[in-house]
Each structure stands twice: as structure tokens, then as C-alpha cells.
């Protein structure tokens, strides 16, 4: 029997680079809820403390926002970009 773990992204995220290839990627090929999954998952391999700091928020607020059932307005999405070292953009 093979033993697994469970994958979390976040641990693969070594790099600003690795970082913003994931994004971009979720922005082009996933849906908005994917994307804001990514968002979510880049602040925690990031820091989510740290990113809510950057944005201005608490670190509760964040996480809410972010959250599976959460609706985050352009606004914070755009934040949290910000935040990561990212800006948004069309191409």
C-alpha cells in the first residue's frame, strides 16, 4: 500500500516568482472562486498577519474574506495583490 500525504501548495511557493506564475496561472485558467482560493493560499505561504498588515486590515477580517464562502469585493482582491507583491492586470 502506498502512504500519501495530503498537498499543500503553499509549501511549494518558495519564490516571488513561484508566487506570481501561480496567480497568473489561477487568473487565466481558473474561475473566480479558484482565484480567490489562490489568493487565499498565497497568504498563508506568504503570511497571512503580514499581508492583512500590508493591506491596512485584521488579520480576521482577511481570512473571512477570503474564506470558501466569502465574497471579497474588487477592492480587497486587489489589496491582497498589492499586498503580495502583485498588481492586477488585462491583457
Do not use: Q, W
Amino acid at each position: 500500500m502506498i502512504k500519501t500525504k495530503p498537498l499543500h501548495i503553499e509549501d511549494y511557493l518558495e519564490t516571488e516568482n513561484d508566487i506570481r506564475e501561480f496567480l497568473k496561472d489561477m487568473a487565466e485558467n481558473g474561475t473566480a472562486e479558484e482565484f480567490i482560493s489562490s489568493l487565499n493560499t498565497v497568504a498563508k505561504a506568504k503570511g497571512m498577519k503580514d499581508i492583512a498588515k500590508k493591506m491596512g486590515v485584521s488579520r480576521t477580517s482577511l481570512y473571512k474574506s477570503l474564506a470558501e464562502n466569502g465574497n471579497p469585493h474588487y477592492k480587497t482582491i486587489n489589496k491582497v495583490v498589492e499586498a503580495l507583491g502583485c498588481k492586477l492586470a488585462i491583457v
